[in-house]
């Protein structure tokens, strides 16, 4: 009886991994249409208003930044975190660089500052998640392998064990 429930437990788990891909595949394809149709939208615009002002080239460098994030997590299955705090930083930027210019000079000074600190903290923030990526590794990384090995121990008849994947192999 607990064999069987077992093999219940993997057979719901493993639909319950399917679904949630085919949920994530869906709104990624959802979310990546509305971006392209918002880019294109505003590349409209800016062929109609004649010029491209830089507020409108940093706009399109965020739905850049925001479809090749959408790219990653198709290729990789990943979502990295740098890649929303890049698309921050230029959103940031452009805000520093557009709006800005339109409040007063008291005020400007203080939200200059501030934004400026936060790009700071965001770039610290990048280098602190690579160097500690290099260094300790990601948690996905343990979530695949262990991924792997359960699709590897499914597709094996019951007798035979899963190599260790901690083992280091040496060709001779």
């Given amino acids: 009886m607990a064999k069987e429930d077992v093999g219940i437990h993997e ?3 493993r639909i ?5 891909d085919v949920c994530h595949y869906v709104i990624l394809f959802l979310i990546s249409v509305v971006v392209v149709w918002t880019a294109g939208k505003e ?3 800016i062929v109609q208003k004649g010029s491209a002002d830089l507020k409108d080239i940093l706009m399109l460098f965020i739905y850049l930044e925001l479809l090749a ?3 990653i997590y198709f290729k990789t299955h ?3 975190v740098q ?3 890049f ?3 230029t959103a940031l930027s452009r805000h520093l660089v557009v709006d800005v210019q339109a409040v007063s000079d008291y005020f400007h000074l203080w939200l200059l500052a501030t934004i400026s600190v936060a790009i700071m903290l965001l770039s610290g923030a990048i280098v602190v998640l690579t160097w500690t990526a290099k260094t300790f590794g990601r948690p996905e990384d343990n979530l695949d392998q262990q991924h792997a090995n359960l699709t ?3 597709l094996l008849p019951d007798t035979t064990q899963v190599a260790d994947s901690h083992t280091k192999h040496r060709r001779e």
């Fill in 152 to 154: 590897v121990k499914a």
């Fill in 11 to 13: 057979k719901l788990q």
């Fill in 69 to 71: 994030m959408i790219g």
């Fill in 16 to 20: 319950g991994r399917e679904f949630v």
């Fill in 83 to 85: 890649f929303l705090i």
């Fill in 43 to 45: 590349f409209v615009g």
């Fill in 87 to 89: 698309i921050a930083i």
């Fill in 78 to 80: 990943r979502l990295p």
